[in-house]
């Protein structure tokens, strides 16, 4: 499984994400490929994403909130981390 990190455009620094996203801040998902973490993240939270990330490809100093949420295969939904 590879790790993925989720963004979020600057639309969602002046609106309220439906699912706690924001620009600062990424979203983890675990995933065989980038097809299948973009078909998870799709049917998780629908279009309301910008861009998947490696963890190789990301630099998370640029995301001062950190990771917000981290995707719960069971569930089929991001949970809050710590939850």
Known sequence: MIKYY???GQRW???THPYG???DGVFEIEAPDRTD???LVE???GF???ELYTKED???VYYPLGLLRVYDAKSGRFAEVGA
């Open 58 to 60: 990301v630099t998370l």
């Open 13 to 15: 620094r002046r609106e």
């Open 48 to 50: 309301t994403w910008g």
């Open 6 to 8: 989720v963004t979020f």
């Open 37 to 39: 973490a973009c078909a």
């Open 21 to 23: 996203g924001h620009p």
């Open 43 to 45: 049917a998780a939270i």
